[in-house]
């Protein structure tokens, strides 16, 4: 299903300059580094299975394949000489280029992300958490809290999960949504061998659907939590769902969790801690873990050799999404599980072909219910920052540079050898 162009008015017009001033304005940069810049990215586009115009020519450069049309080449290459991968980002939220197939374009470039680097766009996750951007505001933390909810109304199923999907087949269709995110709950579930009387420890409760459904299993939960909102929201819904008797969120850092489960699960959280605290969170696990126990985690992973050029992807999205870190390799997991943990790696499995799946759902729900944001406060700008994140993750899982796994952890039973 191909989806709509978002329409760009002229950037003057439509950017709002005391919310994204460096969307409204264009970057100090010289004609000699607009000009590189140009040079650079038709050489580049014209190696590549990818087909750019640029508005006052006739003919578009490249090899065949989706089409970038770049609308204001003055702005485009003065803030790509600037500011390279941002700057390319940013041209696409300003309306300065589009494209029909907007995922084809950052599909292309993601496969040949080492060509591109360091100038040009490389992947970065997503959308870890959505809202507006607070750092260029001064919106009160609850009202930014209300328009990340509202955001995510628009585009998520009724079951409210933000996160990868288990599809049966492709392509898949907007209705089976709910039942594709039940069935990755219930493998989490079943990797952490969650039954009748399993003392369950959910890290990161996210909107409260995983710890409803382990409850329907018979297993007691605490759901933890570092937002009041995501808190407030996953009581409401647990409350709703009869569980209230048998799961309990609770607002609290991870770190100062106290006890012992048989099983704990994590549903891409990984990711948001931070590198510099990848040991620290599976220590916390190991800690926190029964012997005989056993640990689900759900993560989204790079190849191990693309993690230090990763950091431009992960200022961008700090910028304008969510505060973000690197994210892991499946390799960084395993080592510091090793290293740092009685704990051991027992399954593993990847599907970030059903990541893709989810993403361009969501992404075709969003574009679909343009008037819906709009009524929301949500303006072109930003509906078409959001639609470039949800087309960059899609691209990045396409493309392989991405994957996501789910991993079982296990902890030897008292008397066995670690």
Same mark, same amino acid.
């Given at each position: 299903?191909?989806?709509?162009?978002?329409?760009?008015?002229?950037?003057?017009?439509?950017?709002?300059?005391?919310?994204?001033?460096?969307?409204?304005?264009?970057?100090?940069?010289?004609?000699?580094?607009?000009?590189?810049?140009?040079?650079?990215?038709?050489?580049?586009?014209?190696?590549?299975?990818?087909?750019?115009?640029?508005?006052?020519?006739?003919?578009?450069?490249?090899?065949?394949?989706?089409?970038?049309?770049?609308?204001?080449?003055?702005?485009?290459?003065?803030?790509?000489?600037?500011?390279?991968?941002?700057?390319?980002?940013?041209? $696409?939220?300003?309306?300065?280029? +589009?494209?029909?197939?907007?995922?084809?374009?950052?599909?292309?470039?993601?496969?040949?992300?080492?060509?591109?680097?360091?100038?040009?766009?490389?992947?970065?996750?997503?959308?870890?958490?959505?809202?507006?951007?607070?750092?260029?505001?001064?919106?009160?933390?609850?009202?930014?809290?209300?328009?990340?909810?509202?955001?995510?109304?628009?585009?998520?199923?009724?079951?409210?999960? $933000?996160?990868?999907?288990?599809?049966?087949?492709?392509?898949?269709?907007?209705?089976?949504?709910?039942?594709?995110?039940?069935?990755?709950?219930?493998?989490?579930?079943?990797?952490?061998?969650?039954?009748?009387?399993?003392?369950?420890?959910?890290?990161?409760?996210?909107?409260?659907?995983?710890?409803?459904?382990?409850?329907?299993?018979?297993?007691?939960?605490?759901?933890?939590?570092?937002?009041?909102?995501?808190?407030? *929201?996953?009581?409401?819904?647990?409350?709703?769902?009869?569980?209230? +008797?048998?799961?309990?969120?609770?607002?609290? +850092? $991870?770190?100062?969790?106290?006890?012992?489960?048989?099983?704990?699960?994590?549903?891409?959280?990984?990711?948001?801690?931070?590198?510099?605290?990848?040991?620290?969170?599976?220590?916390?696990?190991?800690? =926190?873990?029964?012997?005989?126990?056993?640990?689900?985690?759900?993560?989204?992973?790079?190849?191990?050799?693309?993690?230090?050029?990763?950091?431009?992807?992960?200022?961008?999205?700090?910028?304008?999404?969510?505060?973000?870190?690197?994210?892991?390799?499946?390799?960084?997991?395993?080592?510091?599980?090793?290293?740092?943990?009685?704990?051991?790696?027992?399954?593993?499995?990847?599907?970030?072909?059903? $990541?893709?799946?989810?993403?361009?759902?969501?992404?075709?729900?969003?574009?679909?219910?343009?008037?819906?944001?709009?009524?929301?406060?949500?303006?072109?700008?930003?509906?078409? =920052?959001?639609?470039?994140? =949800?087309?960059?993750?899609?691209?990045?899982?396409?493309?392989?540079?991405? +994957?996501?796994?789910?991993?079982? *952890?296990?902890?030897?039973?008292?008397?066995?050898?670690?």
């Amino acid at each position: 299903m191909s989806v709509p162009v978002i329409s760009a008015t002229p950037r003057t017009a439509s950017v709002d300059p005391r919310r994204r001033p460096d969307v409204a304005r264009l970057p100090k940069s010289s004609w000699l580094r607009a000009a590189a810049a140009e040079r650079r990215i038709r050489h580049t586009i014209g190696r590549l299975p990818l087909r750019i115009r640029i508005a006052g020519t006739e003919q578009s450069v490249g090899r065949g394949g989706p089409l970038m049309e770049v609308r204001d080449p003055h702005s485009f290459f003065r803030r790509t000489g600037a500011n390279g991968l941002t700057g390319f980002k940013e041209s $696409y939220t300003a309306g300065e280029w +589009d494209a029909t197939d907007l995922v084809g374009v950052l599909t292309v470039l993601a496969e040949h992300a080492d060509a591109l680097a360091p100038e040009a766009p490389e992947r970065t996750r997503g959308a870890r958490r959505a809202g507006e951007p607070a750092r260029h505001d001064r919106t009160p933390k609850a009202a930014r809290a209300d328009a990340a909810h509202e955001l995510l109304s628009l585009f998520l199923d009724e079951t409210l999960t $933000y996160s990868c999907a288990l599809f049966r087949g492709f392509p898949a269709e907007h209705r089976l949504l709910p039942a594709a995110q039940h069935r990755k709950i219930d493998r989490l579930l079943d990797l952490a061998h969650v039954g009748p009387g399993t003392q369950l420890l959910e890290m990161g409760s996210g909107r409260g659907e995983l710890a409803i459904r382990a409850a329907a299993r018979g297993a007691r939960v605490l759901t933890v939590t570092h937002s009041a909102e995501q808190q407030a *929201l996953a009581a409401r819904r647990v409350r709703a769902a009869g569980a209230g +008797d048998r799961v309990t969120v609770l607002l609290r +850092d $991870y770190r100062r969790v106290l006890g012992r489960y048989d099983a704990i699960v994590g549903v891409e959280t990984v990711e948001a801690v931070g590198a510099g605290f990848w040991p620290e969170y599976l220590m916390t696990l190991d800690r =926190l873990l029964a012997p005989g126990g056993r640990v689900a985690l759900q993560a989204v992973t790079m190849p191990q050799e693309r993690m230090p050029a990763s950091r431009a992807a992960v200022s961008w999205a700090q910028k304008y999404i969510c505060p973000a870190g690197p994210l892991p390799s499946t390799q960084a997991l395993e080592e510091f599980t090793g290293r740092c943990t009685g704990l051991s790696v027992t399954a593993r499995e990847a599907f970030g072909a059903h $990541y893709a799946e989810t993403l361009r759902l969501w992404r075709e729900r969003f574009t679909a219910r343009a008037a819906d944001a709009d009524a929301l406060g949500f303006d072109e700008t930003f509906r078409r =920052l959001w639609h470039f994140c =949800l087309a960059h993750a899609e691209a990045g899982f396409r493309s392989g540079l991405l +994957d996501v796994q789910q991993l079982q *952890l296990t902890k030897p039973a008292e008397g066995t050898p670690g």
